[in-house]
């Protein structure tokens, strides 16, 4: 009996030691398994900064493999627990998210689950036609040119703020604007108009008044403008030029308008058989502006025209030097003989079409 006793105690001090043991490294377990936890939540790792684009109707996939494609993680692993655990596979938001060095995947999973996208910067100048606004549109934003052009080109959308098909791209002011990557066609339309608005404040529509032109008018005269001359200094004269001949009833005859009636804007010299096509944008058979823009003039070009220079000039011709500036005239004769002179000019360059 006392031998028995004394064997239980043998026994017993051994099994609570290897209790303590396992114990112990049960807490070393959950410690490290903690730590790492702890890490895959609130340790950076975001490597660089950047934009991941999430389209509409991604699945949870599609986000890990734009992050993959974007080599923005040091730890693809981590960010899948921490996305399971805040339930983002069930809320996933489209747009473009700008991802910022030393982001953890908290930080990250709350911004992408949040929806809070960040306004990209679109800018649009330069532009002639509806098809090449679609297609810089796309480069910007989620909606492919398809989309935005047919929003461009929609009547009823055009009389739906108050213009016509021609003169819709007046309503379109170039400029950089902070939009959204999900901004849909329409968004964006609704978005120019209330920038259209913004622009035409009471002070420019009267300076517009004063030249007898309506809003859309200066907009479609500082179109020809923009393409009559790449000299800020001289678009006020050029612009004063015709101005006074709409005031005399004189049909414009700007070259631009015949090439935009053409399509061809690549054309160097305008020749007869360009002047003869029937198109109301041609100004050398009809009198007054042509019925709408024939770009997207920028806002410069359309200060120019509200600006203008008075003067008592009828006519201009592109110098002989070929430096982008303009010789002007007063008088029929004078304006023959500086043509005269310029296409002598392209005669010599060997410059026929």
């Known amino acids: ?164 098909y021609a003169a819709f791209p007046a309503m379109f002011i170039p400029n950089t604007y902070e939009l959204y990557w999900t901004t849909t066609p329409a968004e964006f339309v609704d978005r120019m108009h209330q920038e259209y608005d913004r622009f035409w404040t009471d002070e420019r529509k009267k300076k517009a008044e004063a030249a007898g032109m309506t809003p859309v008018q200066a907009t479609t005269l500082a179109s020809i403008v923009q393409e009559e001359t790449v000299k800020p200094d001289e678009m006020h004269k050029i612009a004063g030029v015709y101005i006074n001949r709409l005031k005399r009833g004189w049909r414009l005859q700007a070259d631009p308008t015949v090439k935009f009636a053409v399509g061809d804007f690549s054309i160097k010299r305008v020749l007869n058989q360009h002047l003869e096509i029937d198109s109301p944008y041609n100004t050398y058979k009809y009198k007054g502006l042509p019925p709408g823009p024939i770009n997207f003039p920028n806002p410069k070009s359309i200060e120019a025209v509200l600006n203008y220079e008075k003067s008592k000039y009828l006519y201009f011709c592109a110098k002989e030097d070929f430096s982008g500036y303009h010789n002007f005239s007063r008088t029929l004769r004078e304006h023959n003989r500086n043509a005269a002179r310029y296409q002598r000019a392209l005669n010599k360059n060997r410059i026929f079409k």
Do not use: C
């Not at 903690?34 to 900064?49: D, M, P, R, W």
């Not at 923005?72 to 996305?83: D, Q």
């Open 1 to 164: 009996m006392g031998i028995e006793r004394r064997n239980r105690l043998m026994v017993f001090p051994k099994v609570g030691k290897w209790v303590i043991i396992l114990v112990a490294i049960g807490f070393i377990v959950v410690g490290i398994r903690a730590f790492q936890l702890y890490g895959y939540i609130f340790e950076n790792n975001v490597k660089h900064s950047g934009f991941v684009y999430i389209p509409d109707g991604a699945t949870y996939d599609q986000v890990i493999d734009s992050l993959k494609a974007g080599d923005f993680l040091a730890n693809y692993k981590s960010i899948k627990w921490v996305a399971n655990k805040k339930k983002y596979p069930d809320l996933i938001k489209p747009g473009a998210y700008k991802l910022e060095k030393g982001w953890s995947n908290n930080k990250l999973v709350d911004v992408l689950r949040s929806g809070a996208q960040t306004p990209i910067k679109v800018t649009f100048n330069n532009i002639r036609f509806r098809k090449d606004l679609a297609g810089r549109l796309a480069h910007y934003m989620e909606a492919d040119s398809t989309a935005f052009l047919k929003m461009l080109t929609d009547t009823a959308e055009a009389k739906k703020y108050g213009f016509t």
